[in-house]
Structures are given as structure tokens and as C-alpha cells.
């Protein structure tokens, strides 16, 4: 097998394995059996199972991130257009700690903060790539500042429903006061800044 073809089996075996039984009750052992190799090569890919799960979720996110800013209305003014992307973007936040990470991960590995402090950094800089390939966007002297500055706070609030929800309707419940009592005032600042 090709390296390429190597990776991607690791990666697919991982996910599926992710999906059906937690992050936390997923070995790396069981992962080399289901893609059929050895368990030495998958350290030659990646150092960790953390390190296999942040590249599925970067993956992920790539694409959604893209296929959000690609799907924008044409006739959507900049206001409605950057708060309608946050909300879908905290949203796909929101799906990949449910789906892929797991609510007990977060909230109960030592390492879960560090490790979603860089999803989160890598998240900004993909959305801030993302955002300034929009040409319906004027581009002023400060705009890299207010699109960062709107996805900094936006990311922050979102990133710490993971740690203060206690349920799914917790979780609905913030979103709903994010998107009607917060976002739009971060919107305008951006714009108008």
C-alpha cells in the first residue's frame, strides 16, 4: 500500500470505530485491526489516537467550511451573510464535539481543553482562509481585524457551551440566546468597527 492509501485506511477505520464506540473505548490496537495493519504503522502516520481524531475532525471541518462558504445567497446583504456563516460554523462547532468527540471526553480527559484550545485556533484560521475568499465582503484597511475579532468571541462563546451544558436542551437553550441576544451585535461591531 501507498502512503496515501495507508493514512486514509487508518483514518476511515478510526472514524468508524469513533462513531460506534466513543473516543475514550476505541484502542489503537482496534484501530490497526480494522484497517488491516499493524499497530507500528499507524505511529508512523500519526504520534497519537489524539492525533488521529484531530486530523478526522480538521478533515471534516475543512469541508464543511467549505461548502458553507461556497453555498452563500448571492442577493444576502454582509450582515445577514457573516452571521448566518457564524451560526452555522458554531453549529458545525457544536456537531464534531457531539458526534466525534464525545461530551465525556471533554469533560472528563486531562487533555480535553488543550486539545480543543488548538481545534479552536485551527478552526479561527481555516474560518479567517474561509472568509476572505469572499469577494461579496469589502475589504478595508481593518478587515482581517473585525473578521477575527468576530470569530474570537464567537468561537469562545461556543467552544464554552462544551463545559457549562449540561444537556442537549441546555445546549439548544444557548444557541438560541447566542443567535438572537449576542451574534447580532457582534455582527454589526464587525461590520461597522
Request: glycine residues 2%; contains cysteine; charged residues 30%.
Amino acid at each position: 500500500m501507498e502512503a496515501d492509501k495507508i493514512k486514509d485506511s487508518i483514518k476511515r477505520a478510526a472514524q468508524e470505530l469513533f462513531r460506534k464506540f466513543g473516543y475514550h473505548k476505541t484502542s489503537v490496537n482496534e484501530i490497526a485491526k480494522r484497517a488491516k495493519i499493524a499497530k507500528a504503522t499507524i505511529y508512523k502516520y500519526f504520534d497519537s489516537k489524539e492525533h488521529i481524531l484531530h486530523t478526522l475532525l480538521m478533515d471534516y471541518i475543512r469541508v464543511s467550511v467549505d461548502d458553507l462558504i461556497l453555498s452563500q445567497p448571492p442577493d444576502m446583504d454582509e450582515e445577514a451573510h457573516l452571521g448566518n456563516l457564524i451560526m452555522k460554523t458554531c453549529r458545525l462547532s457544536y456537531t464534531v464535539c457531539n458526534e466525534f468527540i464525545g461530551w465525556d471526553f471533554i469533560r472528563e480527559s486531562a487533555n480535553s481543553q488543550e486539545f480543543l484550545k488548538n481545534l479552536s485556533n485551527e478552526l479561527e484560521e481555516l474560518l479567517m482562509a474561509s472568509f476572505t475568499r469572499i469577494i461579496a465582503i469589502r475589504k478595508t484597511d481593518n478587515y482581517h481585524q473585525r473578521m477575527r475579532f468576530l470569530i474570537k468571541c464567537s468561537k469562545s462563546i461556543v467552544f464554552s457551551f462544551a463545559f457549562t451544558s449540561v444537556s442537549d436542551s441546555d445546549v439548544r437553550k444557548n444557541f438560541v440566546s447566542f443567535q438572537k441576544e449576542i451574534l447580532p451585535y457582534l455582527v454589526k461591531a464587525a461590520i461597522t468597527i
